[in-house]
């Protein structure tokens, strides 16, 4: 049974995933179409049930393993996300399945208050600014750890940091990190990060662009 979780460690985390959409769609469902608080309660439970064993499953595959791999570090980073911002899109879902289900009875004035100060361009930029400044110090703690795994001292450190052209290698022999994992996981974090910067740009300048027309 133990070597089943490691061996399957991916498709039991992607059948979790699965399931726990399903709990928050259901959550909906039977709060506000069936009416049945009680019963939505307890699918909230079982995604936060859910989430707890993800954690617990990656701990697990750490301690059969011995080494910190691409799964712990994702199972992480998902954990994480549902701690952090998880809430707050939670409760964008929550008021959208409102909206779909019965608008009218379901919505309250200070629902429709919040859907709306949520399309206001200077909200939209501070939530994205703040959002990718997050994204950025949990990237750069990640970074700070994989050096430490991998035995740089500050010295070492510093002088990958100065010296940038280990980025461009397929292997991570010439870079500072210990293994394949942490570089290739910091890569394409790397990428969703510029990606995300993008992204946030464009809300961050659309509020100074409404300023300036309005000015």
């Not at 699918?43 to 910190?68: K, N, Q």
């Not at 949990?138 to 740089?152: E, T």
Request: aromatic share 16%; glycine share 4%.
């Amino acid at each position: 049974m133990n070597d089943i979780m490691v061996h399957y460690q991916w498709e039991i985390f992607i059948a979790i995933e699965i399931i726990s959409f399903l709990c928050l769609l259901l959550f909906g469902y039977s709060r506000y179409k069936l009416k049945k608080p009680q019963l939505s309660i307890g699918f909230i439970i079982a995604f936060i049930a859910l989430t707890g064993f993800e954690a617990v499953l990656a701990w697990y595959v750490f301690a059969r393993t011995g080494e910190i791999a691409a799964f712990q570090i994702i199972v992480s980073l998902f954990v994480l996300y549902a701690l952090t911002f998880g809430f707050h899109d939670f409760k964008r879902l929550d008021r959208w399945m409102r909206k779909k289900i019965d608008a009218d009875r379901l919505l309250t004035t200070k629902d429709y208050e919040v859907m709306a100060r949520q399309k206001d361009p200077t909200v939209q930029a501070k939530h994205y600014l703040v959002t990718w400044i997050t994204h950025v110090a949990v990237f750069l703690s990640v970074q700070v750890l994989f050096f430490g795994l991998s035995g740089l001292d500050i010295h070492d450190s510093a002088n990958y940091l100065t010296d940038l052209d280990w980025l461009g290698s397929e292997s991570y022999e010439a870079t500072p990190y210990d293994n394949q994992t942490f570089h290739s996981v910091s890569m394409i974090w790397g990428i969703i990060l510029v990606v995300d910067a993008i992204v946030s740009a464009t809300y961050v300048f659309q509020k100074k662009d409404k300023k300036k027309r309005g000015a």
